[in-house]
Nanobody, 122 residues
Framework: VQLQASGGGLVQAGGSLRLSCAAS????????IGWFRQAPGKERAFVSR????????YYESSVKGRFTISRDNAKNTVYLHMNSLKPEDTASYYC????????????????WGQGTLVTVSS
């Protein structure tokens, strides 16, 4: 499966963005999906993840209550709705797919998309 993240951009602190992760090659509905981010000079870090059904979601503590992950399997797309953005959210954001439920439960991913850059100005 090929993944493409989009929706990044420049936004002021307190603003909102919606990132999309679109899949091609195979239906996204069978994959658990994760969002990660990498800020300049830092390691890639987990942000959020959603099960293949959309029933289960998890968030990194710093984004909990501000970010919401969702999916529309009919559109083969997973979303990351980001509200109340802060300068420290500035990073390239990546989506990834796990080939099995066990891998997703372990927060381990097998397919990665290109990143989309989010810049939050103060």
């Amino acid at each position: 499966v090929q993944l493409q993240a989009s929706g990044g951009g420049l936004v002021q602190a307190g603003g909102s963005l919606r990132l999309s992760c679109a899949a091609s090659g195979r239906t996204l509905g069978t994959y658990g999906i994760g969002w990660f981010r990498q800020a300049p000079g830092k390691e890639r870090a987990f942000v959020s993840r959603i099960s293949w059904s959309g029933v289960y979601t998890y968030y990194e503590s710093s984004v909990k209550g501000r970010f919401t992950i969702s999916r529309d399997n009919a559109k083969n797309t997973v979303y990351l709705h980001m509200n109340s953005l802060k300068p420290e959210d500035t990073a390239s954001y990546y989506c990834a797919a796990a080939i099995s439920g066990r891998r997703w439960l372990e927060n381990m991913y097998d397919y990665w998309g290109q990143g989309t850059l989010v810049t939050v100005s103060s």
